[in-house]
Structure formats: structure tokens, C-alpha cells
DNA sequence: TCACATACATACAGTTTGTATGTTAAATTG
DNA sequence: CAATTTAACATACAAACTGTATGTATGTGA
């Protein structure tokens, strides 16, 4: 039994990230240990630092994978309709329903601004959910569809809003309930931005 | 030269707290080191356990202060008028201008979360700025001045576009004008709540 | 096939937090 | 007012953890 050595590293990457996330997410970044992850994982530290560099690598990989996931959920679910406006509601609601998520929750919204810098963080976000929020915001723009409103202020705000609502509803008793307030909040907050 | 004991402490705990706000503020808190906080106190780490209990201890306390130093700001923005709507207004704006300075983004908004939990960074939070908000909202509730939402929903959702535009207006390159066009981006979205 | 690169493992050093214990001065009490 | 207690620290130490330096084995390209 030999495995080509790309196979190896991509096995091994993948291992990693995976026992990592769930140690990310259940305990937080500083108290994960690194050899408690590779251990589980059956490496020792030696691979941690040989593919990603440091503990921060290993959780830059890890929110990565959390966000690309979550970016091709809303992207799938705003499909659903044809209407950019519904398209718009959709994929917000998409998007609160993955982030309330236990395995996404802590790495995307509590732990990632702290660990890679609110900077890093966001730059990462500009490539998956915020980038989708944003060119939808353009595209109704385009058709006249916002009153007159900085586009960049109000990707923000309303990316501000939905973390914000994905964290309230997780420590809610009845979540199916919590988020159906937010996103009824949330739609009379979009029409106040839908030019009539 | 004898102080009381109470003095002592009161001193000994504000120099600490001071001290500590500006490395969390700078460093962050997992980079901010105990021995180097206190030395700069003229302290040792015994005084930082004898007060605080740990690290996490310490910086609970600095988050309370930023938190009351805040609100306090918000308080007095809003009380400079007499409508209930406008109260509103005054008071998101004067929070986010106070949560964008750089003695209390970090502490505040990236960190807070993530080193004392979101619970309990909410349940401080409920104490404070988001109290105000949350009792504002009721009172213009009461008057009949919202459409039927979920006043907890609307908080949070207020709240988290609040905290997401300090962060982004922090590092605009011309925050002046940045938090124009926060404010009235906000001003839009409160104004899909109100009642026509 | 032979030199090299890659994917790890191992060993070690440096830092940092927390705790246990000691010390001094103020407060309390008989 | 003397004796005792207690609070506010300082000091010393143990444990954990990250990162790095080095060693090793296996696959790969010339």
C-alpha cells in the first residue's frame, strides 16, 4: 500500500482540518491544543507545523472551509427564486440558518475576528458570503431598486445585523421560533432601503 | 507616608485596569502579557491574582469599564432632544462613534466576545448600550411608533449592524466620512420600522 | 541510481498562566 | 494597647503550550 505523496498531503490536510474544526468550534481556539487535535487525528505536531505553519494556519484553513460552505448554501438557496429581491431575503436567511450552526457558530463569528484580526476576517468574509450580499445589493441598485444609500455602509450593516442575529437565535430555547423573528426583523429592515 | 488599606486598593486596581485597557486595546488579549502589565503598574502578577482572580478576570473588569463609559456617552447624546425617534437616532450614532475609538473597538467588539464567551459579553451588554437601546425601542413601541416586529430581534439585529459599523468605519481611510454614510444608512434601515 | 525534496516525527527551548507560600502593614479585638 | 487576624501584595514554582530545530524515511525526478 503506497500512496503517491500528493495523496498523503491532501489526506492528511483534510484529517486535520476536520478534527480541528469540531475541537475549534466545541472549545474555542485557545483552548484547543494542538496535540490533542493531531493526536486525534494520529500525527503528531510535526504535520500541524509542516502544512500550515502555526496554530493560526491551521484555524485560517478551518474558517475557510466554514465559509466556503456556508458561501454555497446561500448561493444555492438564492437560486430558489428568480426575483432579486426574494433572491436577497433568501440567501440572508440561508446564510443566519448555516452561521447558527454549532459547527460554524464560534470559528466564523466569535473566534475568527479575534484570532485572524477583524481585517483578515473580513477580507476572508469579502470572498464568500459578504461578496454574494454585495453584488446582489449592486444588481438591484443597478435596477433602481434602493433609495439612495452607500452600497458598501450598507453591505455592512446588514452583514453587522445578521452575525449578530445568527449568535441571539443559537442561545435561544426555541431557535425554529427565533429565527423566524429575525428574519421578519430583518425583512422590515431591508424595506426600509427598497425604493418604492 | 501610610495610605488606607481601602485606598490601596482602589488605586492599586485602577492603575491596573488603566494599564491593562491600552495593552488589550493595542496587543489584544491573548498577545497582552500579564508580567508586562503589571510591571508597567509597578506591580508583580501577585497583585493582578490577588484582585482579579486570572487574566480573564482582569479583563472582564476593563470590559465593564468601557462598556459604563459608553453608555454613559450614549445617554447623554440622546438626552439632547425631546423626540423619542430622533433620541434613537442620536444615541446609535453617539455609540458607534464611541465604539469605533481605538481604546475600546478591540476590547469591546473583537475580544469581548471571544474571551468571556457571547453570553456573558451580552449579558454585559444587556447592562449597558443595549439596554438603552432595547428600552428606547419599547418606549417608541408604546407609542404606537413601530410596525409588529419582535422588539428583542430588532435589538440585536440594531445592535450587531452597530458594532459591524464601528469595525468597518475603523479602518476606512476617511472615518469622518465613513460615519456619515453609516448614519444614514442606519437611519434608512431604522426607518423600515417605523410605523407610517 | 543517486541526489534531492517532501512529509512527517522527535526533542528541546522559551513563554506564559496559575497556584502555593511567604511577608509586611493595617485593622480588629480582648 | 498589645495580641491576633486579615488583607495586600511579592516570590517561587509547577504545568501547559507554542514554536523551532533537527532527524528520518519515503517518494520522485534527473
Redesign the pocket.
Known amino acids: 500500500m503506497?500512496?503517491?505523496?500528493?495523496e498523503?498531503?491532501k489526506?492528511?490536510?483534510r484529517k486535520l482540518t476536520e478534527v480541528a474544526r469540531v475541537h475549534f468550534s466545541a472549545h474555542g481556539y485557545a483552548e484547543?491544543?494542538?496535540?490533542?487535535m493531531?493526536q486525534e487525528a494520529?500525527?503528531?505536531?510535526?504535520?500541524l507545523?509542516?502544512?500550515f505553519?502555526?496554530?493560526?494556519g491551521l484555524f485560517h484553513a478551518v474558517l475557510a472551509m466554514v465559509q466556503a460552505e456556508i458561501a454555497q448554501q446561500v448561493e444555492s438557496e438564492a437560486a430558489q427564486s428568480e426575483d432579486l429581491w426574494e433572491q436577497l431575503v433568501l440567501g440572508c436567511r440561508a446564510f443566519v440558518s448555516a452561521a447558527v450552526e454549532s459547527p460554524n457558530r464560534r470559528i466564523l463569528l466569535i473566534d475568527g475576528p479575534s484570532v485572524l484580526g477583524w481585517e483578515s476576517w473580513r477580507q476572508m468574509d469579502q470572498e464568500h458570503s459578504m461578496r454574494l450580499l454585495h453584488e446582489q445589493l449592486l444588481l438591484i441598485d443597478e435596477q433602481g431598486g434602493l433609495k439612495p444609500v452607500s452600497i458598501p455602509a450598507l453591505t455592512h450593516l446588514l452583514s453587522g445585523a445578521m452575525n449578530e442575529a445568527a449568535l441571539w437565535i443559537a442561545q435561544m430555547p426555541d431557535q425554529q421560533h427565533a429565527l423566524i423573528e429575525a428574519t421578519a426583523s430583518l425583512r422590515l429592515m431591508l424595506d426600509g432601503f427598497k425604493a418604492q
Open positions: 503506497k500512496r503517491s505523496k500528493e498523503q498531503k489526506a492528511t490536510i484547543a491544543s494542538t496535540e490533542e493531531v494520529g500525527l503528531t505536531r510535526g504535520a507545523y509542516h502544512h505553519g502555526n496554530k493560526e
